[in-house]
């Protein structure tokens, strides 16, 4: 088992680009695969969950070349995926799962998805019941995988109201419903991220959004179309909250995807107090990119707006470290997804603050954390191989004055390879071994 020991670093500085956007490099892989044409793919995160979903496409007989963070994928068309030769594993990925459900629930062939002891914990009852709502015909254990799905069902349109909020079900309606007779609709009960719609528009299919319903009409095509991915805000929040708590730092990342629907994690460390300046706004491939300058601020605990949940779904783990530096209260309530991600978030970040010394107080959805100092000297943190979980607390180390070990490191390699090197760049000082 892999570990970062983070040695206490209080200067932060430069200018940093982190790594392609994880939810935009999937679908960019999935939509180039079922396009007509070939779609070339600049700054792809060359991470293990979107190679996971890559393998998956090239084993259902896809080409897709790949040198270094530029693909070039020759789509086969709607109709035109393979029986893959065997279970599709996709190790970590919960996005790979349950949106490759929807594609694959209305194939001709059969199929089964399977993943690592994290993904084959989660929850995938929220993609199965609508999925069988549309006639699809899914086996699974007890509602998480390995999913056995049966190929040749003809799948009819469905109006779906999304019982929580995620980007990740609505995203598998959606693409089922490509598939499907007739019009298919979510409705989504708070905003999430709006990839799925954006780019599938990008690819030429026709899809209508009003408010928070998205709608479209199945037996359509997609027209391959050459894709720059932006960076991913989800990694640039280490380095915002990073810069945010170390007692000296001035950082500019480079390129941030800053598409409204991801945004939250801005919103919130500013309601912080936050010094965070956008400059640069410009729209890219129907993107919207910006630089983000982040300078050391003294935060203060507040109450997390509900309706920034789900815009800063991802960031929450770095977001409770700004709270653990902050004077006062943060409370988080109406959170319990934070339970079902790649770990517990809510527990494993509780255990990880107390073992730091910071008081806070687990609740059923969500927590409270008093902002203090990080009083106890040698902790080891367990990171139950969640990949935001240690990069955040490897961000608390430039708060700490002492070294913290994280156990557990090696998933993040899932969604930021290069994390250990852009953060020593930065100034923070951790050690893998
Ligand atoms: C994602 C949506 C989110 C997020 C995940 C990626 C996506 O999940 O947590 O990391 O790419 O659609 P939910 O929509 O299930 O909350």
């Keep these: 088992m892999s570990k970062f020991i983070a040695k206490p670093a209080h200067e932060l500085s430069g200018n940093i680009k982190v790594p392609g956007d994880k939810s935009i490099s999937h679908r960019s892989v999935m939509l180039g695969s079922i396009a007509n044409g070939v779609t070339e793919v600049e700054g ?6 979107v190679i996971s979903t890559l393998e998956a496409f ?42 490759m459900s929807g594609i694959l629930a209305a194939q ?27 006639g699809a015909v899914i086996d699974s254990r007890d509602g998480k995988p390995p ?37 298919t609709c979510v409705s989504e009960p708070e905003t999430t991220r709006d990839h799925t719609e ?13 408010n928070n319903r998205v709608c479209l009409n199945g037996g ?13 805000i989800s990694s640039a929040a280490f380095f915002m909250v990073a810069a945010s708590i170390a007692p000296k730092a001035d950082i500019l990342l480079q ?26 706004q410009r729209e890219a491939g129907g993107e919207l990119l910006a630089d983000i300058r982040v300078r050391s601020s003294n935060l203060r605990g507040i109450s997390i707006p509900h309706e920034l949940i789900p815009l800063a779904i991802d960031e929450f ?19 319990k997804e934070l339970r079902v991600k790649e770990s517990d978030r809510i527990q494993v970040m509780a255990d990880g603050l107390c073992a730091l010394g910071i008081e806070c107080e687990v609740l059923d959805d969500g927590i409270v954390i008093n902002g203090g100092e990080y009083i106890k000297p040698n902790s080891s943190i367990k990171s139950h191989h969640d990949h935001r979980i240690s990069m955040s607390f490897a961000v608390a180390s430039v708060r700490s004055k002492f070294d913290i070990e994280i156990e557990g490191v090696e998933n993040v390699k899932t969604s930021f390879p290069n994390f250990v090197e852009l953060a020593n760049l930065a100034g923070m000082n951790l050690v893998e071994s």
Excluded at 198 to 210: I, N, T
Excluded at 220 to 232: C, F, M
């Design 255 to 280: 390129g941030v995807n800053v598409n409204p629907t991801r945004t939250g994690v801005i919103d919130i460390l500013k309601l912080m107090g936050a010094n965070i300046v956008l400059s640069n």
């Design 317 to 335: 783990p770095v977001i409770f470290i700004a709270a653990s530096c902050a004077v006062g209260e943060t409370r988080l309530t109406g959170a």
């Design 44 to 49: 792809l995160l060359d991470g293990e969950d």
């Design 147 to 183: 999913l056995k799905i049966r190929g040749g069902q003809k799948l009819k349109g469905l109006n779906y109201d999304l019982p929580i909020a995620s980007a990740q079900v609505k995203s598998c309606v959606l693409l089922a419903g490509i598939y499907a007779d007739g019009e």
């Design 108 to 134: 001709t062939f059969d199929s089964e998805l399977c993943g690592d002891e994290s993904l084959s914990g989660r929850p995938m009852g929220r993609v199965i019941s609508p999925l069988t709502k549309m």
């Design 220 to 232: 359509g095509e997609l027209q391959a179309k050459n894709i720059r991915v932006p960076s991913d």
């Design 58 to 99: 090239q084993s259902m007989g896809v080409e897709i070349n790949k040198e270094g963070q530029n693909l070039k994928i020759h789509g086969v068309g709607v109709n035109g995926l393979k029986k893959p030769d065997g279970a599709l594993f996709l190790g970590n990925s919960g996005t790979s799962m349950r949106l």
């Design 198 to 210: 954006s780019m599938l528009k990008g690819f030429g299919y026709e899809v209508r959004v009003e």
